[in-house]
């Protein structure tokens, strides 16, 4: 895609440099996300269960609860995501 502001033009990827399939390995940062991510995922989890039983004693209760199912679920494919290789990680990137 070509931008033009004036008298020069400017190119902009579509894509940003690491957005490839040989970036997603577990070599590297991504290796590095399920033991910082999946403790989390796991504490949205506790939270939820706990403010969806005591949904009726507090007032937001029910959408405390539903939000961190949100974090669980968005967490939980971002982990995928970063460690998908191959097919699989080409398949993620688009």
Do not use: D, K
């Not at 590095?32 to 506790?46: H, K, R, W």
């Amino acid at each position: 895609m070509t931008r033009s502001n004036g008298p020069e033009a400017v190119t902009v990827n579509a894509l940003p440099p690491r957005a490839c399939a040989s970036t997603y390995s577990m070599t590297g940062p991504a290796s590095l996300s399920a033991p910082v991510l999946g403790p989390g995922t796991q504490l949205a989890l506790a939270l939820a269960m706990h403010g969806w039983r005591r949904r009726r004693l507090v007032p937001g209760g029910a959408g405390f609860s539903i939000f961190n199912v949100g974090v669980v679920v968005w967490t939980g494919v971002y982990i995928v995501e970063l460690n998908a290789t191959g097919a699989t990680a080409i398949i993620w990137a688009n």
